[in-house]
Structure formats: structure tokens, C-alpha cells
């Protein structure tokens, strides 16, 4: 779940019903498909950061630290935990099924999660080297280790 309040900062419009208390999201007419780059906040420019393949929805913060509340690596956590519909390690999750479009564990996924650093799209998280740019999420925790987060 992603607090209300970051989604400006993803670059999503929505309107807040007082009354039965729940975001209306605003979409426009002329959507594209084209992954975007959501406006994150300042404080968490230095790590990589995992979306959705459209910039939408938030994934979790790309660090080792098993610890951090947004750490994808923290197996208590929305973004870490195997039963969180957030999660890339929820095997029956739209971001972590064998079978979803959407997943890094699809070796056929066309619209796998996207890696955001300094507000730039710089990798899918894949297995399906096809895509180029990839990095495989069997190997994400070496990786990240390997370059400091």
C-alpha cells in the first residue's frame, strides 16, 4: 500500500471523496502506454527505486537492508513480503507471478517492472533478456550489494 500523499509525487492526479473516503484516481483521455517516470520524493533519489512497467505503482525501494520498511529484501514489509499484492516475491501477484505480464519472473513479459534512479528509467527487472537492459531479480540482491545499496 502506498500512502496517499506520494501519489503527486508518482505523477498521479486523484481527487479525495471526503464522504466515502476513497482516492478517485484522475486518468486522461489521451493515456499512453509509454512507461513515465514518476516525481519521487527528494529524500530517496540515491537509491533505485522499482515501479510498475507504466510508473504507477510503487514496488519498493532497491536496497539490501533487510530492515528498511520499503526495502523489497524486508520479507515483513508491503514490497518484500510474499503475500503483499506489491511484492515482486508474490508468486501469485500480478508483480511476481510465473505467468504475468507484469512480472519479473515471466521469461515472456513484455511489461516487466522498471528500475527508476535519479529520476530516470535505467533498467526492466527481468528475466527475459530479450528486452535488453535487464536485470535479472535472481540476482538483484548481489547486484545491489555489489554497487553499495
Known sequence: MIPIYLLKYA???YTWDQSNQ??????????????????????????????????????GKLTTNKFDSESVFNEFGDYGSSFSKTSIWNEFGTYGGEFSNQSPFNKFATKPPIIIQNKKVVAYLSVNTTLGNVISPNTLYDTLKNNGF
Not at 502506454?33 to 530517496?44: D, I, K
Open 11 to 13: 505523477g498521479i492526479n
Open 22 to 59: 476513497t482516492v478517485n484516481i484522475v486518468t486522461s483521455k489521451n493515456a499512453t502506454t509509454t512507461p513515465t517516470t514518476p516525481q519521487v520524493p527528494v529524500a530517496t533519489l540515491d537509491y533505485p527505486l522499482l515501479y510498475s512497467n507504466d510508473g504507477k505503482t510503487y514496488l
